[in-house]
């Protein structure tokens, strides 16, 4: 009996140990320079310089004249959006842009909230800034990161930013927001050299948040940005309170997702899968392996030659246009390909897509962009980040037209302390820009429950 009784504590002395260690390990990051040549003897600048979005007759002029020298091609019969951007369409929205779009108003937009930069490991680093005006008395605000993915912009935000920091209920957070864009997007400057992945992003944008004064703060993200926050909360875990995510793919499979999915449709109560689990997971193969094959034929391209597909559409807008805004109409929702308009106003404003699609081509930055992508999988899908549990306190926003469906049992294996898991009544993966108000309920609603963790 007593061998029995000390088998048993140094077996669980072992697995609290090693839980322990798990609990404590940290990614590990080395400093990188990723402007053009070496990088100089000189201290790094660390000024901060503010920065307007413009635009010029020429610029405007080369864009009308580029779109007037565009050689339409006609759909097939009946293709809808199931070949692609449909051209019958697409002669539609070129025809707005050409002639009704006002791309100066949507600069004057873009500039109601303050924009900076600062240069970081060798690039300008882009992000906006965006202070409370009000902050209820006897509380302080709360720093939080937003980070962006591919196709978007920081502009995926802007319907989100005025619910965060100035809320119209009197008991909910205010919020102090950064919004970064990837170096590489938008108005963030390319790396020079190769190899900046989604870690270097997220070393890069805790330098930014330091820069700027916040020791501690909550991040959110989705589509790269879920990566990129995830990574940030694994590098210095006890800076990041909170990690909020509207996307959390699936980690290495195991043996419990494996039997989820063999019986999770036949005893679904023992997996804890809901409807919406076995209505976006079953028949397995159609949906986990069929759908995601259909939509990811562009990830194969970026994630091998990016720069070859990359100068055609650098070269014209209406490519551009084609290329992303496809995406805003089959990730929002798959049904949208039967439609012959592949239902991109049901969601959106043309003003509001072409905008985003705007900051791409003002900036020229396609190319490096969709270089993300190259960058992060030539090193493998067995990195070191995807291998590390995450223990930072999370929270999920789960929307039922997103790209990937990952049940809660899922998720768990990854983020192993969830806090909050919210399976949203409506919205795909733009869920930002779909719909602001239930992103921003399902942010306010995590942050609170762990401040008030924090608090007992």
Sequence with gaps: MLIELMVA???????????????NQVLKTEDGWWGAGAPPDAEEDVTIRTFRVTTSDEELEDLYWRIDQTRPVPSLEDSQFHYGFNSHYLQKVVSYWRNDFDWRRQVYKLNQYPHFKTNIEGIDVHYLHVKPKKVPEGTNSIPLIMVHGWPGSIYEFYGMIPLLTEPSETEDLVFEVVCPSIPGYGFSEAPQKKGFD?????????????????????AHGGDWGWLVTTNMAQLEPKTVKGLHLNFAPSSK????????????????KLFGFTELDIQRLYPFMEKQVVEPIKESGYMHIQATKPDTVGRGLNDSPVGLA???????????????????????????????????????????????????????????????????????????????????????LWVKQKYRNLITFTPVARGGHFAAMEEPHLMAEDIQKFIKTVEKKVKK
Aim: charge should be positive; charged fraction near 20%; glycine fraction near 8%.
């Design 9 to 23: 504590l140094v077996i669980g002395g072992l697995i609290v140990f090693l839980v322990q260690k798990s609990r």
């Design 322 to 408: 084609a290329y992303i805004l496809e995406k805003f109409s089959t990730w929002t929702s798959h049904d949208f390909r039967n439609l012959e308009d592949g239902g991109l106003t049901r969601k959106f404003s043309l003003d509001d897509l072409l905008t985003n699609v705007m900051i791409y081509w003002t900036s020229g930055c396609i190319i490096s962009s969709m270089r993300f992508y190259k960058e992060n999988f030539a090193k493998g899908l067995d990195q070191p980040h995807s291998r590390m549990p995450v223990y930072v306190p999370a929270g999920i926003a789960c929307f039922p037209n997103e790209l990937i469906h990952t049940p809660k």
């Design 198 to 218: 989604s870690v270097c992003a997220a070393r890069i944008f805790h330098k930014l948040m330091k820069r700027l004064g916040f020791q501690q703060f909550y």
């Design 253 to 268: 499979p195991g043996l419990s997702m494996a039997l989820s999915i063999m019986f999770g449709r036949l005893f679904p």
